[in-house]
């Protein structure tokens, strides 16, 4: 199971449902870096998978890999979708090589400070 729980927060009300559709049945590559709240380096997650809907409440995808037969939604921000450039992408988090996706998405996390 991915370590980064799925996006569950405000629906975004602004989205564009028929702009959405032209993503459903993209594959993806999601890189998340998790740091300290003083920005130093934790962790890296990358996941990746075809996206399977789209809604105000968040972008679904049927998760492939070492992650098949899950799922995990991230936040409904499509702006934020890159073109993938062509070619074959090693995933240092898991070994794994994907290729030629359609999209990337990258995000960091930030933890909160402890007080």
């Known amino acids: 199971m991915p370590n980064t729980k799925s996006w569950s927060g405000e629906p975004d ?3 564009d449902q028929d702009f959405a559709e032209g993503f459903v049945g993209k ?4 890189g998340i870096t998790h740091v300290t709240h003083e920005d ?4 890296q997650e990358q996941l990746h998978g075809r996206i ?3 809604s105000p409440e968040g972008i679904d995808i049927e998760l492939s890999g070492v992650n098949e037969g899950k799922q995990w939604r991230m936040p409904p921000m499509f702006e934020e979708l890159e073109p993938a450039t062509p070619g074959i992408y090693q995933l240092r988090s898991t070994g794994e090589s994907v290729d030629n996706p359609d999209f990337t998405f ?10």
């Open 13 to 15: 009300p602004s989205f």
């Open 27 to 30: 594959y993806i590559l999601v």
């Open 106 to 115: 990258s995000v960091t996390v930030r933890k909160a400070r402890k007080n």
């Open 52 to 54: 399977i809907s789209a």
């Open 40 to 43: 130093e380096f934790i962790a």
